[in-house]
């Protein structure tokens, strides 16, 4: 059974930062690409990042580029998100994914792409 589990969110005034991490069992989690996407109230899910299975190709979605890194370290089968120079328009719930194959398509910003999913963990940024 494939568990996907999000943590690291929290209440951080504009400017600061937070890190996410995502840890998924039940599944070779070094076999497979990972994403980040999020969800603010009354709004689509949007993606944020995707990485490749070894980590070594990364994208970003324009609204983050520059301000939020995705890794992964594949012996602790863990995904994480930094996140920099936080805005009041970053707030929503995150959500870490997972794919079943080892890279990012063109479309890796479209949730479709994407197997088993996490409850998400809220990141609330004040002005």
Request: charged residues 20%; positive net charge; contains cysteine.
């Amino acid at each position: 059974q494939v568990q996907v589990v999000e943590s690291g969110g929290g209440l951080v005034q504009a400017g600061g930062s937070l890190r996410l991490s995502c840890t998924a069992s039940g599944l070779r989690f070094d076999d497979y690409a990972m994403g980040w996407f999020r969800q603010a109230p009354g709004k689509e899910r949007e993606g944020v990042s995707c990485i490749s299975w070894s980590g070594g190709r990364t994208n970003y979605a324009d609204s983050v580029k520059g301000r939020f890194t995705t890794s992964r370290d594949n012996a602790k089968k863990t995904l994480y998100l930094q996140m920099n120079n936080l805005k009041p328009e970053d707030t929503a719930i995150y959500y870490c994914a997972t794919r079943s194959r080892g890279l990012c398509p063109g479309s890796w910003s479209s949730s479709y792409e994407y197997n088993y999913w996490g409850q998400g963990t809220q990141v609330t940024v004040s002005s």
